[in-house]
């Protein structure tokens, strides 16, 4: 009997409910496995406890900020590969400083577009 692949975890951290719920739809609709936290915090102790496939994150939370967050997860071994797509708010010219900071960024601006998000995440992990 042939065994059923694991469904692909991704790890959603926004403090914004209504984003938080529509990526979840989305991605649960794709197929994955979708954990929803609201804070940095959250977003830490939860990756690593169990590491996602990917993580899908707002860069301005409460408490850590994704970008802190960030930082913090690629000093552990555990953590440090899990792609990162960040969702924001801020303006293009924050955006571009962000993406000098740390080259390879990948930022998807708010208010998501539903095909944006799915050839993002699609570039991570390809549907199967």
Same mark, same amino acid.
Not at 112 to 125: C, F
């Given at each position: 009997?042939? @065994?059923?692949? !694991?469904?692909? !975890?991704?790890?959603?951290?926004?403090? #914004? /409910? @209504?984003?938080?719920? &529509? =990526?979840? #739809?989305?991605?649960? @609709?794709?197929? &994955?496995?979708?954990?929803?936290?609201?804070? $940095?915090?959250?977003?830490?102790?939860?990756? $690593?406890?169990?590491? /996602? #496939?990917?993580?899908?994150?707002?860069? #301005?939370?409460? $408490?850590?900020?994704? %970008? *802190?967050?960030?930082?913090?997860?690629? *000093?552990?071994?555990?953590?440090?590969?899990? /792609? =990162?797509? &960040?969702? *924001?708010? +801020?303006?293009?010219?924050? +955006?571009? !400083?962000?993406? @000098? &900071? !740390? /080259? %390879?960024? +990948?930022?998807?601006?708010?208010?998501? +577009?539903?095909?944006?998000?799915?050839?993002?995440?699609?570039?991570?992990?390809?549907?199967?």
């Amino acid at each position: 009997m042939k @065994e059923t692949p !694991r469904k692909r !975890r991704i790890l959603v951290a926004d403090d #914004d /409910p @209504e984003c938080s719920s &529509f =990526i979840r #739809d989305v991605l649960t @609709e794709m197929g &994955f496995e979708v954990t929803v936290v609201s804070d $940095g915090a959250a977003l830490y102790r939860s990756a $690593g406890e169990r590491p /996602p #496939d990917l993580i899908i994150s707002d860069l #301005d939370m409460p $408490g850590l900020s994704g %970008g *802190t967050v960030d930082a913090l997860l690629r *000093t552990a071994d555990k953590t440090k590969a899990i /792609p =990162i797509i &960040f969702v *924001t708010g +801020q303006s293009e010219d924050r +955006q571009a !400083r962000l993406v @000098e &900071f !740390r /080259p %390879g960024l +990948q930022i998807l601006r708010k208010p998501i +577009q539903l095909t944006e998000l799915a050839a993002a995440v699609g570039e991570h992990l390809p549907l199967r």
